[in-house]
């Protein structure tokens, strides 16, 4: 189902669809849970749909177009097996410059179906240096008819060049429509990492996640956490999936069920912390994150001890605090 908050963007974008002039490449920005993917997988689906009557002089009764969902577009894409589009698999820590060279061949094919070829990189902000200069070559030349969709949660971490090729989207829901939204879906991160990282990751996840809460609950311990997390550079982005579940259940929003069988003790520890500890947990990981980008191995890896660090003098204070 469609976020509210994304019709303002399906408005503008269905009014580009209505005129054939959508961009050849965007880039979607947002938070978790802002409905990124949503909105792409929308706007793929128009593009596909083999009904979608916006090049015709189709009126279309409503200001949001959809697609047909029983055409043989429609209906490859449903089941994910549409050859004219590609989601690019970013199960990995990073994506390299094999997985971009993987779209440009796609896009050098003609489309099977005669009609648009698209591409969806999701976790765009992840491209190694040599993947964003190979992705920069394919939206310097693109192809007719094709469209790529960046998604990001930090369009900052995304080269100059490759932004100013792109039409920018930026989805902003207020914290209150998100919360409500989670409340509703009871959609835990764990389980959409779960989803996402298919590729027998989630093994690694669960070791990752266990290994964060507990380190949380007893921030004097935070070896293996952080042999964890300079061997999985990864794990930094998990970091704030696991920081957001831990404000859902704090918060009374998320059951600890079997799927994320935490230790009740350390849950119980967990309680302790406000939403403001948290918070300021979050906020030293996202500084961290940014300081990463630039960096090389070595210096990363001061980094991540530098954070735990940090986070250890921090929670030890908030622990402190008799509540
Ligand atoms: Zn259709």
New binding site residues.
Partial sequence: MMHKWLNEQQRSLSSLLKQNRVPHAFIISGADGTGKLLLAQWLI?IL?????GFQEDNVYPNEILQ?????????LLKGHGHPDHLVVDTSGNSIGVDQIRQVTTFFEKTALLGRNQSAIIEAADTMTESAANALLKTLEEPTANSHIILLTTEISRLLPTIISRCRQISIRATDQELNNNIAINYVTTFASLKTENVNGDTALLNEFMLLFYQFLANPEERSRLLLFMQTHTQSLNWCEGLIADLMRYNQGWLNNNENTAIDQQILARLQHLTHDDIWQVQLLISACKKQILLLTQANRNFQIEKLLAQMTFYLIQAYAVDR
């Avoid at 596909?48 to 979608?52: I, L, Q, S, V």
């Avoid at 047909?68 to 429609?74: D, L």
């Fill in positions: 689906g596909a749909c083999e009904k979608n697609q047909c969902g029983e055409c043989k577009s429609c209906q």
